[in-house]
Nanobody, 124 residues
Framework: QIQLVESGGGLVQAGGSLRLSCAAS????????VAWFRQAPGKERDVVAV????????FYADSVRERFTISRDNAKNTMYLQMNSLKPEDAAVYLC?????????????????WGQGTQVTVSS
């Protein structure tokens, strides 16, 4: 079992950058596939990016590909999301999630562990 805590959200102007972090407790972080999801008010929870346990495989939503980069440091039990060229439509609560095993998934139902989320606001 792991616990996840996000940080790094805030207010940024369109075109700017933010780096989100997700710190995990527990000694088996490297056994988990982890992901970033986001949810705007009144909308469904959508996948942003997913990274395999080793970091060797990644998946990105089309809307963020080439602007966002997901990474992880298993020695630090931390996952990151570097967000560049932010757009107003990127504004949402960003949540990190984890699932045991190596399979990548973009379905939030496949993830068992969730953080509380961090708010990202993008002004135009």
């Amino acid at each position: 079992q792991i616990q996840l805590v996000e940080s790094g959200g805030g207010l940024v102007q369109a075109g700017g950058s933010l780096r989100l972090s997700c710190a995990a407790s527990g000694r088996t972080f490297s056994s988990y596939t982890v992901a970033w999801f986001r949810q705007a008010p009144g909308k469904e929870r959508d996948v942003v990016a997913v990274i395999s346990w080793s970091g060797g495989r990644t998946f990105y939503a089309d809307s963020v590909r080439e602007r966002f980069t997901i990474s992880r440091d298993n020695a630090k039990n931390t996952m990151y999301l570097q967000m560049n060229s932010l757009k107003p439509e990127d504004a949402a609560v960003y949540l990190c999630a984890g699932r045991l095993g190596s399979a990548l998934s973009s379905d939030p139902k496949d993830f068992d562990y969730w953080g509380q989320g961090t708010q990202v606001t993008v002004s135009s």
